[in-house]
């Protein structure tokens, strides 16, 4: 019997998966393929908020070694504006870093801290009572939990039988993309990709080591069956945009993705749960699509091991459908706001004049930016200061700064007044006193994810935030 078992073992079920090992859940994880994806071609950015949480848990050093940092401007519809002075994050950057790496090392994580990861299993259905989940593999063994959480992609089957809908757009295009070899010299490459990807973004044909070329290309019109793409649809979209194929041969990888924007009506049925893609589609604009899961990770871990080791109050789990939909609701209006800035139809283009006059004010190019990396993002606490609801950033402490406190996962109060105590809490919530904490507030409490729960002074208005957030004290 495990306490979770998480379908699918990309970025989100990797990231959960090492979140609930924090609080000592029993974790199995199902990932349909039997081996880890091996392109290195895709490459995706971690943006500024996903990299606070890579350093909240102690990881980010490990994502640098492998990454490259690059500048956080120009990232809202690819305007070309660079970003403002004064990013609220230590981390105001994005890290391009392969896909396939990203997974690996949060996987690695996931294992470092006890769970299982079993490959080549499929989940082909469940049933679930007021006990827990049994789920059924494609080999006909049956496992049972105490929940299960679909981490399983967009075309998620734990969605799929939970009977959960999934509205939204279809693909209206497709993108392929791959690893192949060509037949003509990279001097004539690169002038026709300068010329084409002058009018054509989506559009990318380059070395990638070892003789082998990155190419990305519009597809010629939409698949029905979203099936893997073959040399031919290569070809024939080469030849569509560039009247070429470059004698594109020795395919190492193909792949499709489309711009169908969906999002998951609930994300939660009982004792199932979904994350990830599996919870949200959209457009690949402005690189949010990973980030977004691992966000919603981060979210749901320590809230589904509450609720596991006893002390959740009663409607904290329903708290991460409340505050997730509602992000991935406004990064699916935002990625269609790109796509639509992309078109080259006139009315299209003299929006994305206007919108590039604006971005020269430091204020709408923040605000943009800020969207994207998912620092604005405000939960609703209730009344209070603007500081409430918010992540703080990774501030200046006495000793050290205030993410190496957050490496374990725990709640957090920071306390400037030296004068209050967790007592009842502190198998949940540490304390640290620190009169020199840069912050101008008494005293705060951060959730796990990092978010500001509580600002005060008074120890009762603390204890109260503390069993709202953490449960009844311990005996």
């Known amino acids: 019997m495990f306490d979770v078992i998480i379908a ?57 070694e492998r990454g490259r940092q690059r500048p956080v401007g120009g990232i809202f519809a690819a305007i070309a504006t660079p970003a403002p002075d004064g990013l609220d994050s230590t981390h105001a950057y994005q890290l391009g870093i392969p896909q396939p790496v990203a997974e690996h090392l949060l996987a690695e994580q996931a294992i470092a801290l006890g769970v299982q990861v079993r490959r080549g299993c499929a989940v082909a259905g469940f049933e679930q009572d007021d006990e827990g989940v049994t789920v059924e593999l494609a080999d006909g063994e049956r496992l049972r939990a105490r929940y299960l959480v679909g981490c399983d992609g967009a075309r998620s089957t734990v969605r799929k039988l939970l009977g959960v809908g999934f509205p939204g757009e279809p693909s209206r295009t497709e993108t392929l993309m791959g690893e192949m070899e060509v037949g003509v010299p990279q001097e004539e490459i690169a002038a026709k990709v300068t010329e084409i990807r002058a009018t054509t973004p989506a559009f990318g044909l380059g070395p990638f080591g070892e003789g082998i070329y990155r190419v990305v290309v519009p597809a010629v019109g939409v698949s029905e069956d979203r099936a893997e793409p073959t040399l031919e649809d290569f070809q024939q979209g080469l030849r569509a945009i560039a009247g070429t194929d470059f004698g594109v041969h020795s395919p190492r990888w193909l792949s499709r993705f489309g711009d169908a924007t969906r999002l998951a009506e609930r994300y939660r049925v009982g004792r199932v749960l979904l994350a990830g893609d599996a919870a949200h589609i959209h457009p690949p604009a402005g690189g949010q699509g990973l980030n977004l899961g691992v966000q919603d990770a981060v ?36 990625t269609r706001a790109q796509v639509h800035l992309s078109s080259t139809e006139p009315g299209a283009q003299a929006v994305r004049t206007l919108l590039t006059e604006l971005m020269d004010f430091d204020e709408v190019n923040r605000h943009l930016i800020e969207k994207i990396a998912a620092t604005s993002i405000r939960y609703d606490f209730g009344e209070g200061s603007n500081l409430l609801g918010r992540r703080l950033r990774d501030i200046d402490l006495k000793q050290g700064r205030l993410y190496e406190r957050l490496h374990r996962g725990r709640g957090l109060v920071l306390d400037r007044t030296e004068r209050l105590t967790v007592e009842g809490w502190s198998d949940r919530v540490d304390l640290l006193a620190d009169p020199t904490a840069a912050l101008d507030v008494p005293a705060i409490l951060l959730r796990p994810d990092g978010y500001v729960a509580w600002i005060g002074e008074h120890q009762q208005d603390l204890d109260d935030h503390l069993a709202r957030w953490f449960g009844k004290p311990a005996d």
């Not at 699918?8 to 979140?19: D, H, R, S, V």
């Not at 006893?310 to 409340?322: C, I, R």
Request: charged content about 25%; some cysteine.
């Open 299 to 334: 979210n749901l871990g320590w809230k589904l091991a509450a609720q596991i080791r006893g002390w959740a109050p009663e409607t904290l789990l329903d708290t991460y459908q409340s505050e997730r939909h509602p992000v991935a609701a406004d990064v699916l209006d935002n």
């Open 8 to 64: 699918g073992c990309g970025p989100t079920g990797a990231m959960l998966a090492a979140e609930l090992r924090l609080h000592d859940v029993r974790v199995l994880v199902l990932e349909k393929e039997p081996e880890p994806v091996s392109s290195f071609v895709r490459i995706v950015s971690l943006h500024m908020r996903s990299l606070e949480l890579m350093a909240m848990r102690g990881l980010l050093d490990r994502f640098l």
